[in-house]
């Protein structure tokens, strides 16, 4: 396991300080390493513990560090497809309904119901942070403090994305949260004074639903879905399609993650990213990072509507459609047609699919 392979690493390293004899300066270096891996193990060691506290049910499976990808899920055993590699309980999810329970020792009923769903995830994940006491204590200590999404970019590292839309994108999400927390989350102050303090201030609220918006699941609960963070299935890094052989399965009490394929002993384990395939561009807002071979070759355009009414509506949707672009289709109305989009996609159909071109 990760501590057993840390404390084996602590071991080896004073066995090297002693033999060869190194200098203060690098010394002093090995043993800031010898104490982040020490750091890591525990922590990690913790929150295992309090997954089993919690009902987890767990396959051969651990938490492991590879090579660019940070920290990930690694099979310790041979899984056949249909196993369940791990069982997440309900009852050790952030819903809704359970960041409700966090706060209402605070908030009145009332303030809680014009909450909209993730501003009360955000605000529950902000108020169990704070306490050094509470027993998602363990949860907290292995989520990021720090995130490589463009909305955590300096504006000249956004500017360098040049005509990509995703910087445009990144500005109108960092108006949007800035709205948010000064509708939603400041005026909290005036009904309990615990979130006047530095706990609930911006920077936290943007930290917590940079959180939500990479870590969460959508999840079936009483035939509600709904958002959720899901302790150790969000420990799991993703992958383009060929290497992805994990599904998810919802049960009245848990989240099941099931092997589709034969899973080989020390390989890492992949889940999908989101329902339908992300382009490279989104991935980057989203989750900060891209695939070398992102299954979907395209990039985000900003297409503002016509003021005309568009005769041919119902026949761009269907060639859209066509296309694979669904979600394009959908933003097109008989009333308002989307030019800059409809003239993209003529340029795909003469390319590349001639079929349609009539």
């Known amino acids: ?163 990509s839309a995703t910087a445009s994108f990144t500005a109108k999400k960092k108006d949007a949260i800035r709205r948010q927390y000064e509708q939603a989350v400041r005026p909290l102050c005036q009904l309990h004074e615990r979130f006047c303090s530095a706990d609930f201030a911006y920077d936290r609220f943007k930290w917590a639903l940079s959180v939500l918006w990479s870590r969460s699941f959508s999840v079936q609960i009483g035939g509600e879905s709904m958002g959720a963070l899901v302790p150790f299935a969000d420990m799991f890094n993703t992958a383009p399609p060929a290497s992805i052989k994990l599904q998810h399965r919802m049960t009245p009490s848990a989240l099941e993650l099931i092997a589709t394929a034969p899973i080989a002993a020390g390989e890492q384990i992949f889940v999908p990213y989101g329902r339908d395939a992300m382009s490279n561009g989104q991935l980057l807002m989203e989750y900060g990072f891209v695939l070398p071979d992102a299954p979907v070759k395209s990039m985000m355009l900003p297409a503002p509507p016509s003021a005309q009414p568009d005769a041919l509506a119902a026949a761009k949707r269907q060639l859209l459609s066509a296309l694979g672009l669904a979600r394009s289709a959908a933003s097109i109305t008989d009333g308002l047609s989307c030019q800059p989009l409809t003239g993209l996609a003529r340029y795909v159909v003469a390319l590349s699919a001639p079929n349609y071109a009539g």
Not at 74 to 103: C, H, N, R, Y
Not at 153 to 162: C, D, T, V
């Open 1 to 163: 396991r990760l501590e057993n392979i840390n404390a084996t690493c602590v071991i080896c390293v004073f066995l090297l300080l002693f033999i060869l004899k190194l200098p203060m300066l690098r010394m002093r270096l090995v043993v800031l390493w010898m104490f982040c891996c020490v750091s890591a193990a525990t922590k990690f060691g913790t929150f295992r513990h309090w997954c089993a506290s919690r009902r987890f049910t767990f396959g051969q499976v651990d938490i492991a560090d590879f090579v660019g990808f940070e920290r990930g899920v690694v099979a310790t055993a041979v899984f056949q497809p249909g196993d369940v590699l791990v069982s997440i309980p309900v009852t050790a999810m952030l819903t809704p309904l359970e960041a409700s329970k966090q706060l209402e020792q605070y908030l009145p009923a009332e303030a809680l119901s014009r909450l909209s769903d993730t501003n009360l995830m955000a605000l529950a994940l902000m108020a169990i942070d704070a306490d050094a006491s509470h027993p998602w204590r363990a949860y907290m200590a292995v989520l990021p403090r720090q995130f490589s999404t463009t909305l955590h970019w300096p504006e000249h590292a956004l500017a360098a994305l040049q005509s």
